[in-house]
C-alpha cells in the first residue's frame, strides 16, 4: 500500500474476550493489504484473553480494560467509550466479545460496529447457539455477521454462510465447521466495509459492485 493509498485506510479497534481465532483471521486477512485498513489497537475486557498474545505477535498494541475492576457495568462502559473516543475508529469489531454492548457505545458507533455470531440468525442468538442449533434439530447453521444494534445479536446482516448439521455432531465439531466459515466471512465483511461497499437501508444491507 503506498502512502497516498493509506491516507484513505480505515482505523479498526477489535474488541475481543478470549481465544481470538477471528481477530486472528482479520490481522491475517490483512497481511496482503488489499483491505484498505488498519487495526490500530486490540482491547480486552478480559486480562487473560489469548486474543493479547496474537495482537503483540502482530505488533498490534493491546488496551485491557478489565471488567472486574470495575464496581459496575455503567462504569466500565464509560471507560471503554472513552477509550474507543479517544481513539476514534471508522470501525469496531466485535470478535468473540462476550458482553453486551450498552447502548450508549451502540448509539456512538452505530453502522460503524460489526459484530459475527456463530449460527444463522435470527435463528439462536445468544450463548452456546450451537448447541441451540443441535437442540432443535436443524439440518443447517452457520455464521451471520451483522451491524450491531441495541438488540442482542439482532443488527442488519452482512454476510452469512451455511454449513450442514452431521449425524453426531456435538458442540465442539458443530463449533469448529462453523468456525472455518466465520473466518471466511469475518475479513470479507470487514473488506465490504473498508471498501465503502455496504449500504444499511433499514434491516436490510446493500452490497454495491
Ligand atoms: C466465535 O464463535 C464467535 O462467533 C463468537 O464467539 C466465538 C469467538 O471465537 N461470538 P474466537 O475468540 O474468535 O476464537
Known amino acids: 500500500m503506498n502512502p497516498e493509498n493509506s491516507a484513505q485506510k480505515k482505523k479498526i479497534i477489535v474488541l475481543a474476550s478470549g481465544r481470538g481465532s477471528n481477530f486472528q483471521a482479520i490481522i491475517d486477512a490483512m497481511i496482503p493489504a488489499d483491505i484498505p485498513a488498519t487495526c490500530i489497537r486490540l482491547i480486552t475486557d478480559n486480562p487473560g484473553a489469548y486474543a493479547i498474545e496474537r495482537a503483540k505477535k502482530a505488533g498490534i498494541p493491546v ?93 442488519p446482516i452482512i454476510v452469512q454462510a451455511c454449513v450442514p448439521v452431521l449425524p453426531g455432531d456435538d458442540e465442539e465439531t458443530l463449533a469448529g465447521r462453523i468456525l472455518e466459515e466465520e473466518h471466511r466471512c469475518f475479513p470479507l465483511a470487514v473488506k465490504l466495509f473498508c471498501t465503502d461497499r455496504l449500504r444499511i437501508k433499514g434491516r436490510v444491507v446493500e452490497v454495491l459492485d
Not at 450508549?104 to 435463528?123: Q, W
Open 63 to 155: 488496551t485491557v480494560v478489565d471488567y472486574g475492576s470495575f464496581s459496575s457495568k455503567k462504569q466500565y462502559e464509560e471507560a471503554l467509550l472513552e477509550i474507543l473516543n479517544e481513539y476514534d475508529p471508522d470501525l469496531v469489531l466485535l470478535a468473540g466479545y462476550m458482553r453486551i454492548v450498552g447502548d450508549d457505545i451502540v448509539r456512538r458507533f452505530r453502522g460503524k460496529m460489526i459484530n459475527i455470531h456463530p449460527a444463522l440468525l435470527p435463528s439462536f442468538p445468544g450463548l452456546h447457539s450451537q448447541q441451540q442449533a443441535l437442540d432443535y434439530g436443524v439440518r443447517f447453521s452457520g455464521c451471520t455477521v451483522h451491524f450491531v444494534d441495541e438488540h442482542m445479536d439482532s443488527g
